[in-house]
């Protein structure tokens, strides 16, 4: 593994050793493509230019040691944080919520954004009657825009459950945090795309041209993200 090599060097990108190496082993298992990619906006916008970068977190599942590394990761960022129960996002983040759930020995429930007409109808799985008033960590894979985020933070909140914090893996870095923030919530994501592409390049997993290529693309795409915010 690329990261082997780095333990005694500085690590300008800013990432920690467990950051590090869930980057690598992402790489390592094929989460990290790069080419011409839609995204949910192009459902919308299918006029927007293309990514040039695609993160699918959801192969993490498949991989138990890279599975593990992405929870060290989010052991980590949860540290400083004050919470009495996980949320996951469902359903890219939800193996991952639950192997999180076991590390830290913090019950999860699970916000459902469809609807349930058969059984209890429950809209949160797993939530106790105990549980209303309980602060809740929500935590999903990545971040692009926000909308699944306060989707199931509404569903949270309407139970009576307190919500202040959002965890990420990555944060693509286009418009997410922002579009939390004016909610209310605040976002902790272990690594930013941008950090990762650095990283890439340190070790050689990306050539210098591709990285400027991929940089290119990524500001073409932001800066239709920002004319839409500005229509």
């Not at 005694?8 to 082993?25: K, M």
């Not at 058969?118 to 939530?127: E, F, R, V």
């Not at 569903?155 to 990555?170: A, E, F, P, R």
């Amino acid at each position: 593994m690329v990261v082997d090599r780095l333990k005694d060097v500085e690590r300008p990108e800013g990432l920690t050793s467990t950051q590090e190496v869930l980057s690598s082993q992402l790489f390592d298992i094929g989460a990290i493509k790069f080419g011409a990619f839609k995204l949910n906006l192009h459902d919308a916008h299918p006029e927007a230019p293309l990514s040039p970068i695609y993160i699918d977190l959801r192969v993490l599942r498949r991989f138990p040691e890279a599975k593990a590394a992405a929870v060290d990761a989010y052991q980590e960022i949860t540290e400083p944080l004050k919470f009495d129960l996980l949320a996951d996002v469902p359903t890219a983040a939800t193996p991952l919520v639950a192997s999180l759930s076991d590390r830290l020995g913090v019950g999860m429930i699970t916000p459902r954004t469809d609807s349930k007409g058969h059984g209890t109808g429950a809209k949160i799985d797993g939530l106790q009657e105990s549980d209303r008033g309980k602060t809740v960590l929500l935590v999903d894979d990545l971040v692009t825009n926000a909308d699944s985020k306060l989707e199931a933070a509404s569903v949270l909140i309407q139970n009576g459950l307190v919500v202040k914090d959002v965890v990420v893996l990555v944060d693509r870095g286009q418009g997410g945090k922002e579009q939390l923030a004016e909610n209310g919530l605040v976002l902790h994501s272990a690594m930013s795309m941008p950090q990762m592409l650095d990283f890439y390049t340190r070790v050689g997993q990306v050539s210098i041209a591709d990285h400027a290529k991929i940089n290119k693309g990524l500001a073409d795409l932001n800066i239709f993200l920002s004319s839409l915010k500005q229509q």
